[in-house]
Each structure stands twice: as structure tokens, then as C-alpha cells.
């Protein structure tokens, strides 16, 4: 059986970490959850946010994609899935901290400078226009002739400052941000070491969370 292993997992977690942690694990079914923070990371499966940070059950309401990217608020009624889980999180359950978390060797990014000629990929294709804006600012900083693994790492921060300013269209996250009862933070994820970098908006650079 191919899913063998993740039975064995589940069956694990089941007899280890869910009968610890058993009591809290309840209470989250009784009581609802009560995320403090949106984590919106990338669907990479190097990336695991609750291992990256250690939170628990309860804490992060995450919302994964190709690249950690946010489309801009659009008032329509078709289908949106990142923008109602960001709806969900800021208007229902009323999270106080919004966490844009990109990362080194990002695929969506590299994607953004090898054209897809597939036909199939057409909604990758489509998504992956959400990432020209950074692509444009790391060409104008570095040129597409210089170190190419340099410019792909900044093409992934730029993004993340990018998918923030997305973000900002919502009107609802911004008439958060005035009354000051939520935050917005661009975190970047070395997967190289574990370590992760915050974004500082008033010196423009990233500098180390620990």
C-alpha cells in the first residue's frame, strides 16, 4: 500500500501527540479556535509554518499557495480562495497579526524568468502574473545579466513586499491597520538553515527575527 506510511503516521500522532495533548486538543473542538495570526506562506513542501516557529493547534490560521502570493482585493463574486481565507480570518475570526512568509529557492519566483510554454499550466500561468512587480524591481536593482541566484533571492523578498502591498487594497485589512488592531509582517524563510528574516519597512531591508 503506497499510503502505508502516512497510516503508520496518523496512527503515531494518534498514540503519541494527540493523547499528550488530548485536553487542549478538545477544547479547540468545544470552544472554536481562536487564531491570534494569518500565516500566508507557500505551498513548497520545505515550508511547514507550525514546524518553522513551533506553534500549536489553535494558533495559526494559515492559508498556502504557489508562491505566497496575494491577488489585490477585487469585488466580485467568483471564485477567490486566498482572498476568503484572508476574508475569513480578518473579518471572522478577527486575527490581530497578518505573517506574509516567503522563502529562499522559491519555485514560483525562479518560474517568473523561464516562460511556460505549456498549455496545460494555464491557471500557474495566470497566477504567476501576481509575481511580475517584484521581477520588474529586482531586474531595475541587479540586471539580467548579473549573478543569477542573487537576483532570483531578491526577486523572493521583493515579493513579499509586494504581496503586502496587495494586501493593503483589502479595505477591510486597511481600516484595521488605522485603528491599529492589526499587524502586517513580511518574514523570510532560509531553508538553507531554518532561520528566519523580518521586514523592516522603515530601513527597507530584511534583518534577522531571532
Not at 50 to 61: E, H, I, S, Y
Not at 77 to 82: L, W
Not at 180 to 205: A, K, L, M, Q, V
Request: hydrophobic share 35%.
Amino acid at each position: 500500500m503506497k499510503l502505508a506510511k502516512y497510516a503508520e503516521g496518523n496512527a503515531l500522532f494518534q498514540r503519541a501527540y494527540f493523547k499528550k495533548h488530548e485536553e487542549d486538543l478538545l477544547s479547540l473542538v468545544e470552544n472554536g479556535q481562536h487564531p491570534k495570526a494569518l500565516f500566508i506562506g507557500c505551498s513548497d513542501s520545505r515550508v511547514i509554518p507550525d514546524l518553522m516557529v513551533q506553534t500549536k493547534p489553535g494558533d495559526l490560521f494559515v492559508i498556502r499557495n504557489v508562491g505566497n502570493f496575494v491577488p489585490p482585493y477585487k469585488p466580485d463574486e467568483d471564485f477567490h480562495a486566498t482572498a476568503s481565507g484572508i476574508e475569513y480570518a480578518v473579518s471572522v475570526l478577527k486575527v490581530s497579526e497578518i505573517i506574509i512568509c516567503g522563502h529562499s529557492h522559491c519555485g514560483a519566483c525562479k518560474a517568473l524568468y523561464e516562460p511556460i510554454s505549456d498549455p496545460s499550466l494555464i491557471h500557474t500561468k495566470k497566477w504567476l502574473q501576481l509575481g511580475e512587480k517584484a521581477k520588474s524591481m529586482a531586474l531595475l536593482t541587479h540586471g539580467k545579466d548579473g549573478d543569477k541566484e542573487a537576483l532570483l533571492r531578491v526577486t523572493e523578498k521583493l515579493s513579499i513586499v509586494s504581496q503586502i502591498d496587495n494586501l493593503l487594497t483589502y479595505p477591510y485589512i486597511k481600516k484595521r491597520l488605522d485603528d491599529e488592531t492589526i499587524y502586517i509582517h513580511g518574514w523570510y524563510y532560509n531553508i538553507e538553515n531554518g532561520s528566519i528574516e523580518y521586514y523592516d519597512p522603515e530601513h527597507y531591508e530584511f534583518k534577522p527575527l531571532a
